[in-house]
């Protein structure tokens, strides 16, 4: 019976997990498989060469990757729902040894409900689910080995905990609660250093394997541990040093307040019926396991304070441990009311909330269980709107730029918080460096401008290096394409950085895309700096004009009234210059059949010089094209008048009279 039990809380797990596999939260999966296939490919060593600190992600996309050999963030998605559906399945185990058939029943499939829960504020899907299943499975090992007598069992849940904190360190704030539980399994202390030892072994396996391989002890050591400690322990003191995507900063006391009454909403079921299993456990079958596991749930409780974010993600850590608790106040409901019938009047209103509470509960639910080929439909439905078209523009954008860019163009994106992302993936737009816009302009000209440079300064390691000078790998090129998916657009402090002007591409469909010519860039370079002299500027001048010829040719009428409107309205070019530009906006408008802006442009330069023969000779053109006859032959003569040499008004009278 147990058994067909087990299968049927797998299977029901799986069915809550579907929903997510064409989520939109792929960004953050492609972004580590961006970084590890450029390590596979340039032969780069993690931590090493490249610096980072999800371990936990990349070692189960390292596994994936070693399956297809390339991207697939679909499959990852499909295999991370199975691995969560398998910690529903390792929790009905768990529970059944620790309370029985109906408390396993009930807390697995809460667990299940809960843990995908669209009113809990940062449901991340699978991709955040990995340290459930290693943390259930110790426990479920602890238990069994207390009957058996195996160290070699005792061992492996030693083993599954230190996964868990070596994947994701936030899980060492469990082992407290689990040195109470072995204490309340009567392990003796042979058991219990062999459970302990077990937690150390797996976390120092991957350290030696850095030493003796790659010859990376400290930078693997940083990445794994240090980086996260100081801002989980003292974040108001070290937040300052981390770059700004790394610290998501405080939250006013109004967005808490609203995160804890919508989160604690979304949790009320399970709150209420964990008070009532805790309550029953510890207040009349107290034993050191029960008091474990309660320290498990308080420890879960004290993650949503870490790095001062009160960050909504966190609060997903306590679902697991509301999960147990649940499940056995539930049963125990149930079971009084079979027991003693409903003539209490406290019992029935205890059953009746509990039936309340659980309904309202699907009935949020239950309308995200409707598959769709829309991966925004879950935000949308649980009104994230914002968040859903924050990830929709990200796509727009990713495809505009990945059919108007060339494969080596240096993109970079300020986008998602504001991230960056420079030398885009083309296949996920996605970011190597989680960084914050303004983080760019702050670090960019650092010798070691990753994360990992900020330790010296929290850890205050004077006489120290603590990693390696990396390459600045912001130094690789200026971006031709700078794209801003969302937040507000500073694209001058880019220009005062790189030394680049960039100009808004108004083609991107509305979003403000700005791109850069090399060629012009120099080019204007030579008129902003006053330094050059004047011979200089105007040979630059005449193959100004040339290459508006070939913007004009090429198409690209907004790049060219960019770049010459700025060199005319900032006065950096002479008189001359001036009416030479003018006369070619007024030619790239009539190219466009833009007729009365071209003579405006042309009648711009007369009212300046009252004889400049190209103005001249381009609205003779113009009025000429527009059946003014007598005008088109009056300007004609006036140009041959000031250059009787003309020939392009030589032609054009001959053409056209």
Known sequence: MEIFLSFFIFLFGILVWLPFINGVYNHDVAGALCCLDRCFKNGDNLYKDTANMSIGHFFHIILLMKVWGKYNTKAFYGIMCIYCSISTFVLFWMLLHLFGTLSAVLGSMLFSLYIVSPRLEGNWGPFEQLIPLPLFGSILCILISSGAHSYALICFGGMLLGYAVLIKQIAAIYIPGYFLIVLGTGHSSLYQFTFFGGIIFTNVVPLIYYWLRHHAFVEYLVSTWLFQLPAAINPKKYNRFYPKGYSRGQKDATAKKQLLTRNFYALFPLLFLSITGATGLLAYQFSLLYAGLFVCLLSSVSTIYMRSTFFGHYWLNMVPWLSIFSGFGLAEVIK?????????????????????????????????????????????KVGIKGLAECYENWKRIGEYIKKTTNAGDKILICGYAPHILLHADRTHFTLQECLNTEDYLTIYNQENP??????????????????????????NGYPEC????????????????????????????????FRA???????????????????????????????GDILIDTGKHKLLFNWFKRLIEKQLVPDQVTYNLLNKLGESYCVQNRYAEAETMFKQVLQRNPCDATALNNIGVLCFSQNRKTEADNYFRKVLEIDPHHEDAIANLNAFG
Do not use: C
Not at 482 to 511: N, R, V
């Open 336 to 380: 009084s009311s079979i027991r003693f019938g409903f003539e209490s009047t406290g019992t029935a209103a205890g059953v009746l909330s509990v039936i309340l509470l659980f309904s309202d509960a699907v009935r949020v639910n239950k309308k995200y269980y409707f598959f769709s080929n829309d991966p925004y439909r879950f935000l949308k």
């Open 450 to 475: 990753s994360f990992l440079a900020f330790l010296n300064q929290i850890f205050r390691f004077k006489n120290f290096q603590l990693v390696k000078q990396r390459k600045n790998e912001f130094h």
């Open 482 to 513: 700078i794209a801003f998916a969302e937040g507000e657009i500073k694209i001058e402090g880019f220009e005062e950085l790189t030394g680049i002007k960039y100009s808004l591409d108004e083609d991107a469909g509305g979003y403000p895309v």
């Open 517 to 547: 010519d090399l060629e012009l860039t120099e080019m204007m370079s030579v008129f902003e700096d006053q330094k050059h002299a004047s011979p200089i500027q105007t040979a630059i001048a005449e193959h100004l004009l040339k290459m």
